[in-house]
């Protein structure tokens, strides 16, 4: 029997499901799963600005990186590198995806999953066809997550239990080939799932982009009779090997924005993933619920990569190796003390041991094979979090809800000296102490279709890498932890019983901020930043056959106190950072069998420089289009079509790092141009 779907929203008894009163709005339905985390306080109940966006928005989308997905909810800034695994990063709240300040954290059914540097390769392991939901929370309201939890997070919910048989079959432009099955059964108290995607793809440039990547996955969970105690693993692995075919310049994207400049023929990367997780839920009594889970992460990455065809620029070829180990445990107790109050607590650990080299290359040697000029790094370094924290839902009145909660962080870790691994010399981990995040989050229901909601927090930054000045070397300064205080105010309502309206209004103040790009070993103090905004969006069913949906937010990121070469850089912009970021959807079902769909997006302008000395970047608006038909209730076959008017854009970065300095320059990587994907689906 198939698995039930039900309305989100309909749903209440479930985690993530949002009351009519609740400042949460979904868009889409997601599969019910009565397995998962049962006991658990809701997201939508505790915290304010949260979208979840169920399956049927996801599970037949066609894209090449998982990270893409999130792109459909509300003020998500895609950030579109596409250097083969290194293909882009989702962000939001005006923190952009440079990879120099990572302040969203990545979630996989709840398990932490970025790298040490803070970056979401983890979140490509996941397949659309494998997803039931993503939730993404807005804000720094959060306690339940510490580091990297900056600006909000991101969690992928995966398929639990139920009962199926999904396959997904697509061919379309640059010669791309997938093949997505998930399979579950459910019986007995025991649930099985497994999950297989293997996608081959090469590059709208045209040569030099071939990408070849798998993902494998299982589920077990079994439940005792009484519904007590529900433990499982999860297990998964996952293995990309893509080309990478480089960054243009200004001259050669006017030339050919299609091509790959002989410079990076021998560039490409091989990455390796793998997880496993064990999970235990127990519902004490009917009004204790505790869930514990222990997991095991791992990274591994072997990237040849050139920037420039200048011999004399710096390091124009690298070959740079990560090997990252994580292993963590979590446990939260949820206590309904009372019928107005709920308590909430947890703690969590997270021990990593990593590893990174960085081998530099003269211009005439190519990175797949000979003797490296340089060693840049050879590192072995360690960091271990323990956090906890507490919150409680308070019903102060039928029509007020207040959640105040309480978290704090300590880090501690080591890493060998440059040069110095054979001595065993090593440097610490900057003393932060305890990392103290207070949060205060309100919600006033003065009816069943209004809420107003405000919140207050505290998150942090600290400084991620493999040496100085994450780890203090001899003459490195100290730097303390970035506090980031944050504000938020808002409104939803239900014009009616299918539509949502929310408007929110927000700021985030940050101390000490500083721009930390591990992979260089580079770091920028931006000093006092201020990012601020408006998010408006509105999704609805306008009758049973059309549903419709759109947002607009409007952002700014700009430093508030800073220096640059003895230059103020107050006022100016935080780099690569656009100002406004646009959503508009629309799905009509004329029939049973045929479902048509258009969606659009449209991101701002930005600086790619910090003193905003040369000009803005980026900015692009494109239209997807997709046609489904049913052949019978339990087979269809699709049609999209991405970028649909073909329009020109590209990612944008300023090189002032590997061209010599009288050459620093923009660099491009050009955005896909129009594709077409045919796909064949099949439920059983």
């Not at 250097?83 to 995806?97: I, L, Q, Y």
Request: no cysteine; aromatic share 10%.
């Amino acid at each position: 029997m198939k698995k039930k779907i039900l309305p989100l929203a309909l749903a209440a008894s479930l985690p993530l499901l949002a009351h009519a009163a609740d400042p949460t709005i979904v868009m889409g339905e997601v599969r019910v799963s009565a397995q998962r985390d049962a006991g658990a306080l809701r997201s939508s109940t505790v915290l304010t600005s949260v979208d979840v966006l169920g399956a049927d928005k996801i599970e037949d989308k066609n894209v090449t990186n998982s990270w893409e997905l999130v792109g459909q909810l509300p003020g998500i800034q895609l950030t579109e590198t596409r250097m083969g695994a290194e293909s882009g990063k989702v962000t939001f709240r005006a923190f952009n995806g440079e990879g120099y300040i990572n302040g969203i954290k990545v979630l996989i059914d709840g398990i932490p999953s970025n790298v040490n540097s803070g970056n979401q390769r983890f979140m490509d392991m996941i397949f659309p066809l494998e997803v039931d939901y993503i939730e993404v929370v807005r804000g720094t309201n959060d306690p339940r997550y510490g580091l990297h939890n900056i600006g909000g997070n991101i969690n992928l919910g995966t398929r639990q239990g139920g009962n199926y048989l999904d396959g997904r079959f697509t061919v379309g432009s640059f010669n791309t080939r997938e093949a997505q099955l998930a399979y579950g059964r459910e019986a007995g108290g025991f649930s099985q799932n497994y999950f297989l995607a293997k996608q081959d793809t090469d590059s709208y440039r045209r040569t030099h982009g071939d990408s070849d990547k798998y993902s494998v996955g299982g589920k077990w969970f079994l439940t005792s009779k009484d519904k007590s105690l529900t433990g499982g693993v999860v297990l998964r692995t996952y293995r990309h090997d893509a080309d990478e075919p480089g960054f243009l310049t200004a001259e050669e994207l006017t030339r050919d924005r299609r091509q790959s400049p002989a410079r990076n023929v021998n560039d490409f990367t091989e990455r390796e993933m793998h997880h496993a997780s064990a999970h235990l839920d127990w519902q004490i009594s009917s009004n204790a619920f505790l869930s514990n889970k222990l997991y095991y992460n791992e990274y591994k990455d072997d990237r040849r990569v050139t920037f420039t065809s200048n011999p004399a620029g710096t390091a124009p070829r690298q070959r740079r190796l990560w090997d990252e180990q994580q292993v963590g445990f979590m446990s939260t107790l949820t206590w309904r003390a009372s019928e107005r109050v709920t308590v909430d607590g947890g703690i969590n650990t997270e021990r990593q041991d990593n590893g990174y080299q960085r081998l530099r290359y003269a211009y005439a040697m190519p990175t797949d094979f000979g003797t490296p000029a340089t060693t840049q790094n050879d590192d072995r370094y360690k960091l271990n979090n323990v956090g906890a924290y507490v919150q409680a839902v308070i019903k102060a009145t039928d029509a007020l809800r207040i959640v105040p909660g309480y978290r704090v962080d300590r880090f501690t870790g080591s890493s060998s000296l440059p040069g110095a691994r054979a001595t065993g010399a090593t440097a610490g981990l900057q003393d932060y102490g305890w990392i103290k995040q207070p949060k205060f989050s309100m919600v006033y229901s003065p009816a069943a279709d209004v809420s107003v909601y405000g919140n207050w927090g505290r998150t942090f930054q600290i400084l991620t890498g493999s040496v100085g000045p994450a780890y203090l070397v001899p003459g490195q300064a100290p730097f303390d932890a970035s506090v980031n205080t944050g504000k938020e105010v808002g409104i939803k309502l239900k014009p009616n019983a299918r539509s949502d309206l929310r408007l929110a209004i927000w700021r985030q103040d940050a101390t000490g901020e500083v721009a930390n790009m591990p992979a260089t070993g580079t770091t920028v103090g931006l000093g006092e930043t201020r990012r601020e905004g408006i998010d408006l969006q509105l999704s609805g069913k306008i009758s049973d056959k059309l549903e419709l949906w759109a947002s607009h937010s409007l952002q700014k990121a700009e430093v508030v106190s800073a220096f640059a070469d003895g230059v103020s850089l107050a006022g100016k912009e935080v780099f690569s950072t656009p100002r406004h970021i646009s959503n508009v959807g629309l799905d009509y079902h004329p029939s049973e069998r045929w479902h048509l769909g258009v969606q659009g997006r449209a991101q701002g302008n930005y600086y790619i420089d910090s003193p905003n000395a040369l000009g803005k970047y980026g900015g692009f608006v494109l239209f997807d289009a997709n046609v489904r038909y049913a052949i019978t209730p339990r087979v269809s076959v699709d049609l999209q079509v991405k970028n649909i008017a073909d329009r020109r854009y590209e990612y944008a970065w300023y090189d002032n790092f590997f061209w010599p300095a009288n050459q620093a320059q923009p660099m491009y990587s050009s955005g896909n141009g129009r594709a077409a994907y045919v796909s064949l689906n099949v439920k059983l």
